[in-house]
């Protein structure tokens, strides 16, 4: 690292302790949803292979939620694999497949994050599907992050999803369509989805410099902001991260009003 690369490390040092100095804790996101888009962009720039810039991607994530940690987040979203990318080439998903294994029984051994899956399990490999549930399990006690993991995840699927369980429960009470029909309500569809526990996002951040939300919590974030920051993630800082924290508590949430 030449002179220039250190004084540059140093300044953004000095300006993201300054904006951390002046965050109103009050006003962070409760629950952030994250699009960690860029890995393979990233890969290319630096010359490296694909399943190299996964690694990286998945390198990030527990140092965001150390930066989620310290800054009072209760819940974070993370996509990490949507239903478009199960038509990638098999080369690629086999070792992204292993590298995501890795990163949700890394999060449920470290013990600080509460680990829960959100997507559908039918086309995840069988150790994938293992290491969900048994990370579940693991980490059902921790008083710590709620940590949604977005895996095998599509918004409109989650929705169908949502419908079809919705269904299945009227179905088993007894419940005739037309009573069904009388009774369905924004609520009560949004009991069935994946998060139908949990807060919707406040906050959505998505890394790489588009902005779309390609299906991502297309309910929840009804009402959500969103964040779209130009740098990849691998090289998301927490510069980047106290920026948007920053973003949003400027921001007016009217919810229509």
């Given at each position: 690292m030449n002179l220039r690369d250190t004084l540059r490390g140093l300044l953004v040092k000095v300006y993201a302790r300054r904006v951390e100095?002046?965050?109103?804790?009050?006003q962070v996101p409760k629950h952030i949803g994250v699009i960690m888009d860029g890995n393979r962009r990233w890969a290319k720039a630096a010359g490296s292979t694909t399943a190299q810039g996964h690694r990286a991607g998945a390198d990030k994530i527990e140092e965001f939620l150390g930066w989620c940690t310290e800054t009072d987040v209760k819940v974070v979203t993370l996509w990490l694999f949507s239903t478009d990318n199960f038509g990638r080439p098999q080369e690629e998903l086999v070792p992204?497949?292993?590298?995501?294994?890795?990163?949700?029984?890394?999060l449920a051994a470290d013990g600080r994050w509460r680990v829960h899956h959100v997507g559908t399990l039918d086309q995840l490999p069988g150790q994938l599907r293992t290491a969900l549930k048994e990370s579940e399990e693991a980490t059902a006690h921790v008083d710590g992050i709620l940590v949604n993991v977005a895996i095998g995840y599509g918004g409109r699927q989650e929705i169908a999803d949502a419908v079809r369980s919705m269904l299945l429960?009227?179905?088993?009470?007894?419940?005739?369509?037309?009573?069904?029909a009388e009774s369905v309500d924004v609520d009560m569809i949004g009991r069935h989805l994946y998060t139908g526990d949990q807060p919707d996002p406040d906050l959505v951040i998505r890394t790489s410099g588009e902005q779309r939300l390609s299906g991502f919590m297309l309910w929840q974030t009804a009402h959500s902001e969103y964040y779209?920051?130009?740098?990849?993630?691998?090289?998301?800082?927490?510069?980047?991260?106290?920026r948007a924290l920053r973003d949003y508590a400027v921001r007016h949430r009217r919810y229509g009003g």
């Open positions: 100095g002046h965050l109103d804790h009050a992204l497949f292993g590298i995501i294994e890795d990163v949700v029984r890394s429960d009227a179905q088993e009470k007894g419940t005739s369509m037309e009573e069904l779209f920051c130009d740098v990849f993630w691998p090289a998301f800082r927490k510069v980047d991260f106290l």
